[in-house]
């Protein structure tokens, strides 16, 4: 019976439009907070659109700073000014998120070709130039608005920058809008790379006060009338306010409470709760999937040991298993305490008493959460040959 509630969404449902949380673009009008940012970014595009001056940006900040939406808004909000304005008809619009593609400099020179001539290109087995050449041949007639997200782990890998500087440099009609949650993005930058690029735009993190005004939006568009009140989203907006403003979280977080409170009719302090510890417990597997592979070796024989020198006997084990030299007890030492400092493991000083010396005694939360994301990313990236 409570299952075919749910199924109808009578009494007691929460979400009225879930595609809020899902899809805000398809909802917001305009952007609280960016507007400056925007309208500095819609003089460039004009210029660039109607008297042919190119432009260059980096878009730089935390995550969930509204980066990519501001980005994605303006991609959608010129496709719209092109059923109204002549100027726009010939522009085309390429967005490539460079980590999704692969990230080195063939995998997002390869995905911007395809994207900005719609034919299929080699990803393999054609020189960087080419690709280059290809994109000048198309825009002989047309403009180009090119936007790189998570452009930081292009510009890491060897060559990377060099690809910017070209498409930087290119002589033809294409303007680039850079975007990276990497701060230190410029250090891995050549010189003439930076002094080609246009300035840099700061997104500041949202403070507590623009997250619940933010939260507020969605929960009108998002929520029943009732299903929420001043608490809750303030409650949210602080939380989310306090590593860095991010608006990715507080959204997540807003959208997981009303989920859990589906058919109680209203948001409660404890749905927030249980968002936050399941948000957590998400941030920290993410965490460990990302961990190098060493890393992820200590790890595992971490969980499998009680101490330090037991789990670096596991860890040679396991390396040996998976084909790889093993670190030395120093080196793996050091891996332990990192993992301590990341806050996936606990290590504990235990005094051995009389019979002298100390012991490392190791402690793991969620081993078997923890154990799973493991096993699933190694045994991947095993086989790719890591
Ligand atoms: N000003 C805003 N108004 C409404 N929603 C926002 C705003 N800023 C961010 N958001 C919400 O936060 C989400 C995350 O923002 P966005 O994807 O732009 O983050 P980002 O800065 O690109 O971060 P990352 O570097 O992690 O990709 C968006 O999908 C949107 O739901």
């Known amino acids: ?26 909802v917001f009008k305009d952007i609280p907070f960016r507007e400056d940012i925007l309208k500095e970014l819609a003089i460039a595009v004009r210029y660039f659109v109607k008297n042919s001056v190119k432009f260059s940006t980096l878009f730089l900040g935390l995550t969930g700073t509204g980066k990519t939406f501001v980005a994605m808004y303006m991609f959608n ?3 719209e000014v092109k059923k109204e304005d002549k100027d726009y008809d010939g522009i085309i619009q390429a967005y490539v998120n460079c980590r999704e593609v692969g990230g080195t400099p063939q995998a997002v020179l390869s995905a911007l070709t395809e994207k900005l001539t719609g034919i299929d290109v080699p990803k393999h087995g054609i020189n960087l130039g080419e690709y280059i050449e290809r994109i000048k041949e198309e825009l002989m007639h047309h403009k180009a608005l090119v936007y790189l997200d998570e452009v930081d782990t292009l510009v890491k ?30 250090d891995y930058m050549e010189p003439r790379v930076l002094s080609s690029l246009g300035p840099t735009v700061f997104f500041k993190p949202y403070d507590a006060e623009q997250l619940k005004y933010i939260l507020s939006i969605y929960a009108e568009y998002g929520l029943f009338k009732g299903s929420y009140n001043d608490e809750i989203l303030s409650y ?4 989310s306010a306090r590593e860095h403003g991010d608006a990715r979280k507080a959204v997540n977080l807003l959208f997981r409470a009303a989920q859990l409170a589906s058919g109680e009719g209203i948001i409660r302090k404890d749905h927030v709760d249980r968002a936050i510890t399941e948000y957590e417990q998400e941030r920290l597997i993410e965490a460990i999937k990302a961990l190098p592979f060493h890393y992820k070796l200590a790890l595992m024989a971490s ?29 793996f030492s050091d891996i332990i305490s990192e993992l301590d400092m ?18 490392k005694v190791i402690e793991v939360a969620d081993k ?16 790719e040959g890591l």
């Open 1 to 26: 019976m409570a299952i075919r509630e749910t199924l109808k969404g009578g009494k007691g449902e929460v979400i009225k439009n879930p595609k809020v949380f899902i899809d805000p673009l398809t």
């Open 77 to 79: 909000e010129i496709e």
């Open 157 to 186: 890998r060897r060559g990377g920058d060099i690809v910017l500087y070209q498409l930087l440099r290119v002589d033809t009609d294409i303007s680039v809008i850079m975007i990276s949650n990497d701060i230190n993005i410029r």
């Open 236 to 239: 949210i907006a602080a939380i």
């Open 303 to 331: 969980i499998r040991a009680e101490d330090v020198v037991t789990a670096h006997k596991l860890y040679t084990d396991l390396a040996t298993e998976y084909k790889q030299k093993p670190l030395s007890y120093r080196r």
């Open 342 to 359: 990341f806050g996936i493991i606990k290590v504990k000083i235990v005094n051995r008493g009389r019979a002298g010396g100390i012991r």
């Open 368 to 383: 078997e959460k923890i154990m799973k994301a493991l096993e699933e990313t190694m045994q991947l990236e095993y086989e």
